[in-house]
């Protein structure tokens, strides 16, 4: 098997991207090759997959997003932004104008920024109830948000609290009948905080896009924010912000960087 590929990352979320305009060269892409192209000692590495279709729908584009272990996901806030930053660098779009990008979790408005990074239109964050996170023998206090795909923050004095994360925390209070990221945040400064993620299907990450999001609406509803407002997030891989706009919706904006591009063999 023989096919192009091309390597990115959103504040070290990283991803192989997989051209497949037409859908001829990867079919309904399955699970084993999405596994072999995430691994990082036999294969390239990578968070996830992202597959660029054309679509035939609202948009002119379709992500087809895969998560490590070749599970299918939603919705990847800074998945968004690569397959934008590919579509530019392959000359099938044009960076001036706003790019409309089909997922499935619906359609995601896209924006190249003046300062080079590219801020998507991520819907609004529905905040959900409480429920409980177990990690390092500790139980935390966090809280539900549907951000496309399922969430759980917890506020935290500190990250250390969260371990090493080397296995997924312990949830309850709330069925996710198909995994949850887990969010743990720390505040730092008024609207300023720092995260990290433990992605389902994935592993503790770099970042996470909709993490991002999901922590903004958290830490604004319990900080009486009223929109519009915008927050600060650290992640291990750098710094995301995301503002939230009178109408709720969340506005995710970071960098985007294409590192590599070859040819799979495996």
């Known amino acids: 098997m023989s096919f192009p590929f ?3 990352h959103g504040t070290h979320n990283d991803f192989v991207v997989l051209p497949d305009l037409d859908g001829s060269v990867h079919g309904d892409l399955d699970s084993g090759v999405v596994t072999a192209l995430c691994d990082r000692r036999g294969g390239i590495g990578a968070d996830g997959v992202l597959r660029v279709l054309r679509s035939g729908h ?3 584009w379709f992500m087809d997003y895969r998560n490590a272990d070749g599970s299918v996901s939603e919705m990847c806030g800074n998945g968004v932004r690569v397959f934008a930053r590919y579509l530019a660098e392959a000359d099938l779009v044009d960076p001036a104008k706003p790019l409309a990008v089909d997922t499935r979790d619906g359609l995601r408005q896209v924006t190249f ?6 801020s998507v239109d991520m819907g609004v964050p529905k905040v959900g109830g409480a429920l ?19 969430h759980a923050v917890a506020v935290v004095d500190s990250l250390d609290q ?8 312990f949830h309850c209070g709330v069925e996710f009948p198909q995994g949850v990221n887990i969010e743990f945040v720390e505040r730092r400064s008024d609207r300023h ?43 291990l891989g750098g710094v995301l ?19 590599a591009e070859g040819t799979w063999t495996g």
Do not use: W
């Open 58 to 60: 609202e948009a002119p």
């Open 193 to 235: 905080v720092a995260m990290r993620v433990f992605e389902r299907g994935v592993g503790e990450t770099s970042s996470c896009g909709t993490g991002a999001c999901a922590v903004a609406a958290v830490m604004a509803a319990g900080d009486g924010e009223a929109a519009p407002t915008s927050y600060r997030i650290e992640v």
């Open 113 to 118: 920024c003046d300062d080079g990074e590219i």
């Open 132 to 150: 409980t996170v177990s990690v390092s023998g500790r139980a935390l206090d966090g809280v539900s948000v549907d951000v496309g795909n399922p």
């Open 241 to 259: 912000t995301v503002s939230l706009d009178a109408d709720q919706h969340a506005h995710l904006k970071g960098p985007a960087v294409l590192v």
């Open 6 to 8: 091309v390597k990115g």
């Open 162 to 169: 969260a371990g090493e994360l080397r296995d997924s925390p």
